[in-house]
């Protein structure tokens, strides 16, 4: 049997994103190795690039949630979802410390590196310049900034837990109104959200060029020869991230009954430039795409990623936990079980304060050492050097950690649709702006049904 011409057709590979961003990367690392200051140069690429993508996270972020909320239609569904994604990210982040501590303690990645004292004393200063004299919030203050002084400055300074929080007071308080008043309203929503995600579409074209631009700085700046010199912490933070990814592939293979490597091949574009960029945050918009292609709700996945981001960073956790006792191993120091637990305590606190704050990781090495008070603060500083290194195992981790958590929570509130999700991995996704279209549409259908059925009988 023939072919049809239109499934004859096949897309070049060299227009491929994927293709891109494979040759692009491989360009960057080149470009470093070989000419480290044109590599140094070449950051702006990536910079740039981020800089597209952030300018539209916060209103994408503002559309999605009120979008998907408008559908839920009551707050108690909205704190449902809210109240299992943080018992989620709590379990998952906890756990991810442990089993980085039990990495760690295994294979003992700092045994025999023998600190200099002689370094720390360029260490505090390297500290302040890498961290910018940044502090981690205290938990009050944390909670607190998540109530942003005005919604202007919320969505001026992307501030993405402050500008969830006012989507879902919208989102909330728009469904309690009558459908017939708030038609117009909602189809404005839904018409900016197609804007801005064409608009996304147009943005990703030059994604090829970020990847470039952060990976030629990454390795001008620090150079290959850091592998070396920190090769079995780097071989055992990566061990650590294959291994928990795959205990991430049995929660989402068992629970949620969803296959996450053929997720990951679905999106594997936006993995691929994740890891080249260092950031999760540049693929943010269209990871949500994809997981609501993927059979999620609007209101799952519009609620859970964007409050992952700031709880759910499960690689950053388990480098935070590994490199903690590496520090403690390089100055000669056997933690004790009660250290060990102490450092988990006090890793668990500082890390759901890390997003958007300059070195936070640092910032969180230092107040564990401070609070162990085992081994000099200044130590942290020794990481500079290896730390943009594992920025691909905590982005690769972190990123797939929270696409795991959509999944359990979708699963969670039955609205999970399976159908979807095979065509999407089948290569046949539903085009998004349908979908958006198939949800507004059975909104009016329900409000339209709520208001003819009238109030229930006493």
């Given at each position: 049997?023939?072919?049809?011409?239109?499934?004859?057709?096949?897309?070049?590979?060299?227009?491929?994103?994927?293709?891109?961003?494979?040759?692009?990367?491989?360009?960057?690392?080149?470009?470093?190795?070989?000419?480290?200051?044109?590599?140094?140069?070449?950051?702006?690429?990536?910079?740039?690039?981020?800089?597209?993508?952030?300018?539209?996270?916060?209103?994408?972020?503002?559309?999605?949630?009120?979008?998907?909320?408008?559908?839920?239609?009551?707050?108690?569904?909205?704190?449902?979802?809210?109240?299992?994604?943080?018992?989620?990210?709590?379990?998952?982040?906890?756990?991810?410390?442990?089993?980085?501590?039990?990495?760690?303690?295994?294979?003992?990645?700092?045994?025999?590196?023998?600190?200099?004292?002689?370094?720390?004393?360029?260490?505090?200063?390297?500290?302040?310049?890498?961290?910018?004299?940044?502090?981690?919030?205290?938990?009050?203050?944390?909670?607190?900034?998540?109530?942003?002084?005005?919604?202007v400055k919320a969505f001026a300074e992307n501030t993405l837990l402050a500008v969830l929080l006012f989507?879902?007071?919208?989102?909330?308080?728009?469904?309690?109104?009558?459908?017939?008043?708030?038609?117009?309203?909602?189809?404005?929503?839904?018409?900016?959200?197609?804007?801005?995600?064409?608009?996304?579409?147009?943005?990703?074209?030059?994604?090829?060029?970020?990847?470039?631009?952060?990976?030629?700085?990454?390795?001008?700046?620090?150079?290959?020869?850091?592998?070396?010199?920190?090769?079995?912490?780097?071989?055992?933070?990566?061990?650590?991230?294959?291994?928990?990814?795959?205990?991430?592939?049995?929660?989402?293979?068992?629970?949620?009954?969803?296959?996450?490597?053929?997720?990951?091949?679905?999106?594997?574009?936006?993995?691929?430039?994740?890891?080249?960029?260092?950031?999760?945050?540049?693929?943010?918009?269209?990871?949500?795409?994809?997981?609501?292609?993927?059979?999620?709700?609007?209101?799952?996945?519009?609620?859970?990623?964007?409050?992952?981001?700031?709880?759910?960073?499960?690689?950053?956790?388990?480098?935070?936990?590994?490199?903690?006792?590496?520090?403690?191993?390089?100055?000669?120091?056997?933690?004790?079980?009660?250290?060990?637990?102490?450092?988990?305590?006090?890793?668990?606190?500082?890390?759901?304060?890390?997003?958007?704050?300059?070195?936070?990781?640092?910032?969180?090495?230092?107040?564990?050492?401070?609070?162990?008070?085992?081994?000099?603060?200044?130590?942290?500083?020794?990481?500079?050097?290896?730390?943009?290194?594992?920025?691909?195992?905590?982005?690769?981790?972190?990123?797939?950690?929270?696409?795991?958590?959509?999944?359990?929570?979708?699963?969670?509130?039955?609205?999970?649709?399976?159908?979807?999700?095979?065509?999407?991995?089948?290569?046949?996704?539903?085009?998004?702006?349908?979908?958006?279209?198939?949800?507004?549409?059975?909104?009016?259908?329900?409000?339209?049904?709520?208001?003819?059925?009238?109030?229930?009988?006493?």
């Amino acid at each position: 049997m023939m072919s049809s011409p239109a499934a004859s057709v096949r897309t070049p590979w060299y227009r491929s994103l994927f293709a891109q961003l494979v040759v692009c990367v491989l360009l960057g690392i080149l470009i470093g190795a070989l000419w480290p200051g044109l590599g140094k140069q070449l950051k702006p690429l990536a910079d740039a690039f981020i800089k597209l993508i952030k300018m539209i996270i916060a209103p994408l972020i503002f559309c999605v949630v009120v979008n998907g909320i408008a559908g839920v239609g009551n707050a108690k569904a909205v704190g449902r979802i809210g109240v299992k994604a943080i018992i989620y990210f709590e379990v998952v982040t906890t756990f991810a410390l442990v089993f980085g501590m039990a990495v760690a303690d295994l294979l003992k990645p700092g045994r025999g590196f023998n600190i200099d004292p002689e370094v720390l004393a360029a260490g505090e200063q390297s500290l302040e310049k890498k961290t910018g004299g940044a502090e981690l919030p205290h938990t009050t203050q944390f909670l607190l900034n998540i109530i942003p002084d005005s919604v202007v400055k919320a969505f001026a300074e992307n501030t993405l837990l402050a500008v969830l929080l006012f989507a879902c007071l919208f989102g909330i308080s728009l469904s309690q109104l009558p459908a017939e008043r708030t038609r117009e309203v909602r189809g404005v929503i839904e018409q900016f959200t197609e804007v801005l995600f064409k608009l996304m579409g147009y943005i990703m074209r030059v994604a090829p060029l970020g990847a470039l631009g952060a990976m030629s700085y990454i390795i001008g700046q620090y150079g290959l020869r850091t592998l070396g010199s920190f090769g079995k912490l780097i071989l055992c933070c990566y061990l650590a991230a294959a291994l928990f990814a795959v205990v991430l592939w049995a929660i989402a293979r068992f629970y949620a009954k969803v296959d996450i490597w053929r997720f990951v091949v679905f999106c594997k574009d936006e993995f691929l430039l994740a890891l080249g960029t260092a950031s999760t945050e540049a693929v943010m918009p269209r990871i949500m795409t994809k997981l609501v292609q993927s059979g999620n709700s609007q209101a799952v996945t519009g609620l859970v990623v964007p409050t992952g981001y700031s709880f759910n960073l499960d690689g950053a956790t388990i480098y935070l936990a590994i490199c903690s006792i590496f520090l403690a191993q390089g100055f000669g120091v056997d933690m004790t079980l009660t250290q060990q637990l102490t450092m988990i305590g006090v890793l668990m606190l500082t890390s759901k304060g890390m997003a958007g704050v300059p070195g936070s990781s640092f910032l969180a090495l230092s107040a564990t050492a401070t609070a162990l008070g085992i081994y000099p603060v200044a130590g942290v500083a020794l990481l500079l050097g290896a730390d943009r290194i594992m920025d691909s195992m905590r982005v690769f981790v972190n990123l797939l950690g929270n696409c795991v958590a959509t999944f359990v929570v979708s699963r969670s509130e039955r609205a999970l649709d399976y159908e979807r999700m095979q065509r999407a991995f089948a290569g046949h996704p539903d085009d998004f702006d349908a979908i958006l279209e198939a949800d507004l549409a059975a909104q009016e259908a329900q409000a339209a049904g709520g208001a003819q059925a009238g109030p229930a009988p006493a």
